[in-house]
């Protein structure tokens, strides 16, 4: 009787309750997670640090009613439970750890579970999250042990809790290594044995994109119809069906039911706000199927009907930029790694590789946009007036016949919008909803999407074409001026670019002026030529720039570097003949040179190296002797570098070391007489400039009250504070919401709140937390309070966490300001 009474009042009061509560708040949790269809999937959704401090309330709550239960019902006689409850409350309270990111005591609510319930099957739901919560501390020994531990009593797992141990294996494989194949093992094994929805469907999709990134394209679109056939949310099912047309496989037949589908999915209204995503698709059927150019078209498609999801305008552009560099047209290619930078965010794993080709494509970009521009402008100065007049009248023609075309087709695409917009919507009389464009919503987001493309972000505001405004443009007082001024800057720029005389004007017309536009040109194709073989191992165009200066440019400088890199390609190129040209060349006509000298001895550079190395070795063994306080060994050590090494790229740190042991063993005057010497020898630097301020302080004897400092401790017990200055009036109404905020959110703390006060500062201090960590986590979930931190911007207050010594230095010094300093510079946000 006695157990029944308890099993039944544990079931049906408190764990009741606490399951549904948790039933609750995981159920919010997927309906408010957003998944970035653009990446892999997450197997199982986590709240982030901002959700998880919304959870702490009602996690408390699960955990006191789990507790509750426990303390009064728990029966535990002969080393075994007899209310069958209690194992799930302590399962729930290590979920409740979980969710408030308070990973070391979930573990140990959940090792509990799976370790003190040996012959309950559910203790196999604890070692799942265990494992869990081990891999999202990236504890890998532990994660493994367990799942090893798993794997030899996997005939002891229900058939109910199969699914998610494999699909933790999984993940570990996929969290650790990256390991594909392994992953695909266990997560196939996962989808046989799970039988709830939100969990099959996903694991189904993610089990589709590891396919897809190991090329099984086949296996990949199997798995995204299945997905789709699952009746997912409406965001799933569109990204099953794109990705099934990107995994489209060329060798499984006809791409045309795919294409029908898509193009099906452009007319529908639903879809308006996706058309980004399905052009993108389309792109990629058109290159399975090799027809670049009309994946170019969608391309640009898609990166036109593009709004919110910036992501995939990042990853349209990056699609050009790559297709453009494989041609190659490198100009294209780094303007569209350019914009893709411009939307792509740094934690996207193709962020890095976009970046440094555009950084080696910028300075290349440079290099031939120079080429070609010096060219034209030297073909323009071999001709006679008249031509050069000829020649920049048609080119600015072109140039206003161009400027005609965008400015037509803008405003047949503002009449097609508009018009669509009108037949989607109907009627409505004159200024009806569909018909002016101006109370079309629609048409409204497209235009200013449209603008900003063009224009950027403009502030609203008069003249907000110009660059620049002057100081009384917003004044009253001569606003008519001001408003001539800019349409007259206006008037002059469009005056400027049809002017032929500025055009006129920039050609080289006198002998120094084409010399000096040689001598551009001979860098800027150096240039050119060494980009295209170091960065991009394009060797027929670095050829091609290093082949122009050796032959048009023989006299210049860069013509014996050119040919040493023509002999370095004609190498690595294995064209023995045309290598010996050049090589022979060098060796005939620059004999001493540092470029001979590399093709006598391919180990030359290897061996300046190696001197390098050799320095750099005594230089630290000379540094040590000075850590000793061996200063007259470290000047005899530095005299002798100074003749067994002569000059090296270090000199200035010898000198510097010599410089300050004379300090120590020589009498002011010395000292002096070999800084202002070193000063003088090393004029430029660092270095000279610490000599110099040690000059500065020579006759001046500078006395500092001694200050206590400040330490970083973070496992030393912290305080949270909230500091206000004079401002103070409603404090006790704030200190009342902080108050319920401790209660509410961070109960089981039990917290300390006190005030106390600092020079013309009122403070409140909420204490004491056991380390760094744990006060950190404290002052975001209360920055998350917007509640609290509207009070607190209004009356300027200051919140900061600090270590219990910090505390007593703080008050010591009394300078809040300078703590705060220190606060930002140690404590991560």
Same mark, same amino acid.
């Given at each position: 009787?006695?157990?029944?009474?308890?099993?039944?009042?544990?079931? #049906?009061?408190?764990?009741?309750?606490?399951?549904?509560?948790?039933?609750?708040?995981?159920?919010?949790?997927?309906?408010?997670h957003?998944?970035?269809?653009?990446?892999?999937?997450?197997?199982?959704?986590?709240?982030?640090?901002?959700?998880?401090?919304?959870?702490?309330?009602?996690?408390?709550?699960?955990?006191?009613?789990?507790?509750?239960?426990?303390?009064?019902?728990?029966?535990?006689?002969?080393r075994?439970?007899?209310?069958?409850?209690?194992?799930?409350?302590?399962?729930?309270?290590?979920?409740?750890? &979980?969710?408030?990111?308070?990973?070391?005591?979930?573990?140990?609510?959940?090792?509990?579970?799976?370790?003190?319930?040996?012959?309950?099957?559910?203790?196999?739901?604890?070692?799942?999250?265990?494992?869990?919560?081990?891999?999202?501390? /990236?504890?890998?020994?532990?994660?493994?042990?367990?799942l090893?531990?798993?794997?030899?009593?996997?005939?002891?797992?229900?058939?109910?809790?199969?699914?998610?141990?494999?699909a933790?294996?999984?993940?570990?494989y996929?969290?650790?290594?990256?390991?594909?194949?392994?992953?695909?093992?266990? $997560?196939?094994?996962?989808?046989?044995?799970?039988?709830?929805?939100?969990?099959?469907?996903?694991?189904?999709?993610?089990?589709?994109?590891?396919?897809?990134?190991?090329?099984?394209?086949?296996?990949? %679109?199997?798995?995204?119809?299945?997905?789709?056939? %699952?009746?997912?949310?409406?965001?799933?099912?569109?990204?099953?069906?794109?990705?099934?047309?990107?995994? #489209?496989?060329?060798? !499984?037949?006809?791409?045309?039911?795919?294409?029908?589908?898509?193009?099906? %999915?452009?007319?529908?209204?639903?879809?308006?706000?996706?058309?980004?995503?399905?052009?993108?698709?389309?792109?990629?059927?058109?290159?399975?199927?090799?027809?670049?150019?009309?994946?170019?078209?969608?391309?640009?498609?898609?990166?036109?009907? @593009?709004?919110?999801?910036?992501?995939?305008?990042?990853?349209?552009?990056?699609?050009?930029?790559?297709?453009?560099?494989?041609?190659?047209?490198?100009?294209?290619?780094?303007?569209?790694?350019?914009?893709?930078?411009? #939307?792509?965010?740094?934690?996207?794993?193709?962020?890095?590789?976009?970046?440094?080709?555009?950084?080696?494509?910028?300075?290349?970009?440079?290099? $031939?946009?120079?080429?070609?521009?010096?060219?034209?402008?030297?073909?323009?100065?071999?001709?006679?007036?008249? *031509?050069?007049?000829?020649r920049?009248?048609?080119?600015?023609?072109?140039?206003?016949?161009?400027?005609?075309?965008?400015?037509?087709?803008?405003?047949?695409? $503002?009449?097609?919008?508009?018009?669509?917009?009108?037949?989607?919507?109907?009627?409505?009389?004159?200024?009806?909803?569909?018909?002016?464009?101006?109370y079309?919503?629609?048409?409204?987001?497209?235009?200013?999407?449209?603008?900003?493309?063009?224009?950027?972000?403009?502030?609203?505001?008069?003249?907000?074409?110009?660059?620049?405004?002057? =100081?009384?443009?917003?004044?009253?007082?001569?606003?008519?001026?001001?408003?001539?001024? !800019?349409?007259?800057?206006?008037?002059?720029?469009?005056?400027?670019?049809?002017?032929?005389?500025?055009?006129?004007?920039?050609?080289?017309?006198? #002998?120094?002026?084409?010399?000096?536009?040689?001598?551009?040109?001979?860098?800027?194709?150096?240039?050119? /030529?060494?980009?295209?073989?170091?960065?991009?191992?394009?060797?027929?165009?670095?050829?091609?720039?290093f082949?122009?200066?050796?032959?048009?440019?023989?006299t210049?400088?860069?013509?014996?570097?050119?040919?040493?890199?023509?002999?370095?390609?004609?190498?690595?190129?294995?064209?023995?003949?045309?290598?010996?040209?050049?090589?022979?060349?060098?060796?005939?006509?620059?004999?001493f040179?540092?470029?001979?000298y590399?093709?006598?001895?391919?180990?030359?550079?290897?061996?300046?190296?190696?001197?390098?190395?050799?320095?750099?070795e005594?230089?630290?063994?000379?540094?040590?002797?000075?850590?000793?306080?061996?200063?007259?060994?470290?000047?005899?050590?530095?005299?002798?570098?100074?003749?067994?090494?002569?000059?090296?790229?270090?000199?200035?740190?010898?000198?510097y070391?010599?410089?300050?042991?004379? /300090?120590?063993?020589?009498?002011?005057?010395? &000292?002096?007489?070999?800084?202002?010497? &070193?000063?003088?020898?090393?004029?430029?630097? *660092?270095?000279?400039?610490?000599?110099?301020?040690?000059? !500065?302080?020579?006759?001046?004897?500078?006395?500092?009250?001694?200050?206590?400092?400040y330490?970083?401790?973070?496992?030393?017990?912290? %305080?949270?504070?909230?500091?206000?200055?004079?401002?103070?009036?409603?404090?006790?109404?704030?200190?009342?919401?902080?108050?319920?905020?401790?209660?509410? =959110?961070?109960?089981?703390?039990?917290?300390?709140?006190?005030?106390?006060?600092l020079?013309?500062?009122e403070?409140?201090?909420?204490?004491?937390?056991?380390?760094?960590? *744990?006060?950190?986590?404290?002052?975001?979930?209360?920055?998350?309070?917007? @509640?609290?931190?509207?009070?607190?911007?209004?009356?300027?207050?200051?919140?900061y966490?600090?270590?219990?010594?910090?505390?007593?230095?703080?008050?010591?010094?009394?300078?809040?300001?300078?703590?705060?300093?220190?606060?930002?510079?140690?404590?991560?946000?």
């Amino acid at each position: 009787m006695t157990r029944a009474y308890h099993n039944t009042t544990a079931r #049906y009061n408190g764990f009741f309750n606490a399951r549904e509560l948790m039933n609750k708040n995981e159920g919010q949790l997927r309906n408010r997670h957003q998944d970035d269809y653009s990446q892999m999937l997450p197997l199982f959704v986590y709240p982030n640090e901002k959700q998880s401090q919304e959870l702490y309330e009602e996690m408390d709550v699960v955990i006191e009613k789990c507790s509750e239960v426990i303390e009064r019902h728990s029966i535990y006689l002969r080393r075994k439970e007899h209310v069958r409850w209690i194992d799930d409350c302590y399962f729930l309270i290590g979920k409740a750890r &979980f969710y408030k990111l308070e990973q070391g005591l979930a573990q140990e609510s959940f090792l509990y579970v799976y370790q003190a319930f040996k012959d309950i099957p559910e203790r196999y739901q604890g070692l799942n999250w265990l494992i869990k919560s081990y891999i999202e501390t /990236g504890n890998w020994e532990k994660a493994e042990e367990f799942l090893e531990l798993g794997e030899s009593e996997y005939r002891k797992i229900p058939e109910e809790h199969r699914g998610m141990f494999n699909a933790a294996y999984a993940d570990f494989y996929l969290k650790k290594d990256r390991d594909y194949p392994k992953a695909i093992e266990k $997560l196939e094994i996962a989808i046989k044995h799970t039988k709830e929805k939100f969990h099959l469907r996903r694991y189904t999709f993610v089990l589709a994109q590891l396919y897809q990134e190991q090329r099984q394209l086949s296996a990949a %679109m199997s798995l995204y119809k299945a997905v789709i056939k %699952m009746n997912p949310d409406y965001t799933m099912r569109f990204n099953a069906k794109i990705n099934r047309a990107i995994a #489209y496989d060329k060798t !499984g037949g006809s791409s045309e039911e795919i294409k029908k589908e898509l193009r099906k %999915m452009l007319k529908d209204e639903k879809n308006e706000e996706f058309r980004d995503q399905i052009y993108y698709a389309l792109a990629e059927l058109a290159l399975k199927e090799d027809d670049e150019p009309l994946a170019i078209k969608y391309l640009k498609k898609s990166t036109k009907h @593009s709004r919110g999801n910036t992501k995939q305008k990042a990853l349209s552009y990056l699609r050009l930029a790559n297709i453009y560099f494989e041609q190659p047209n490198y100009v294209a290619a780094q303007a569209h790694y350019d914009s893709t930078l411009q #939307y792509l965010p740094m934690s996207h794993p193709e962020y890095y590789e976009a970046d440094s080709k555009n950084s080696s494509l910028q300075e290349l970009v440079k290099n $031939l946009k120079a080429v070609s521009h010096l060219d034209s402008l030297l073909e323009l100065s071999n001709l006679s007036e008249k *031509e050069q007049l000829k020649r920049v009248e048609k080119m600015i023609s072109e140039i206003k016949a161009e400027e005609e075309r965008q400015r037509l087709a803008a405003l047949r695409e $503002l009449e097609r919008k508009q018009a669509q917009a009108e037949s989607s919507q109907g009627g409505g009389g004159v200024f009806g909803k569909g018909k002016w464009y101006f109370y079309n919503p629609t048409t409204m987001a497209s235009g200013r999407t449209d603008f900003k493309r063009v224009w950027g972000e403009r502030p609203l505001e008069d003249n907000w074409r110009r660059k620049s405004k002057s =100081s009384g443009m917003n004044q009253m007082e001569g606003g008519a001026t001001a408003q001539a001024s !800019g349409v007259a800057e206006e008037s002059n720029e469009a005056e400027e670019k049809y002017d032929p005389k500025i055009y006129l004007a920039n050609i080289p017309s006198t #002998y120094q002026e084409q010399l000096s536009a040689h001598g551009e040109l001979i860098e800027a194709l150096f240039n050119v /030529g060494t980009i295209f073989k170091e960065s991009f191992q394009d060797q027929p165009r670095a050829i091609e720039a290093f082949k122009r200066i050796t032959t048009t440019y023989d006299t210049s400088e860069r013509n014996l570097p050119s040919h040493y890199q023509l002999y370095r390609i004609y190498l690595m190129e294995d064209n023995q003949e045309k290598a010996a040209i050049e090589k022979e060349w060098v060796l005939e006509h620059h004999p001493f040179s540092e470029y001979a000298y590399l093709i006598k001895n391919p180990n030359y550079n290897k061996e300046s190296k190696e001197t390098k190395e050799k320095i750099e070795e005594y230089y630290e063994a000379t540094y040590r002797l000075y850590d000793y306080g061996l200063y007259e060994d470290v000047i005899e050590t530095c005299n002798k570098a100074d003749s067994v090494f002569k000059k090296n790229h270090i000199q200035a740190k010898f000198d510097y070391l010599r410089l300050k042991s004379i /300090g120590y063993t020589s009498d002011k005057e010395a &000292f002096k007489v070999a800084l202002e010497q &070193f000063v003088k020898d090393h004029p430029e630097g *660092e270095l000279k400039e610490k000599a110099e301020k040690i000059l !500065g302080f020579m006759d001046e004897k500078v006395e500092e009250t001694p200050k206590a400092k400040y330490e970083a401790g973070p496992a030393k017990p912290h %305080m949270f504070i909230m500091s206000f200055g004079e401002n103070t009036k409603g404090l006790n109404e704030l200190k009342n919401k902080v108050a319920n905020f401790n209660t509410a =959110s961070f109960r089981e703390k039990k917290l300390d709140f006190t005030t106390t006060q600092l020079p013309e500062r009122e403070m409140f201090l909420i204490r004491t937390f056991p380390n760094q960590l *744990e006060a950190m986590r404290y002052y975001k979930a209360l920055q998350n309070n917007s @509640s609290i931190m509207i009070d607190v911007e209004k009356k300027r207050g200051q919140l900061y966490v600090i270590s219990i010594p910090n505390f007593r230095a703080l008050f010591q010094n009394k300078e809040e300001e300078s703590y705060m300093k220190f606060f930002q510079e140690n404590y991560p946000l």
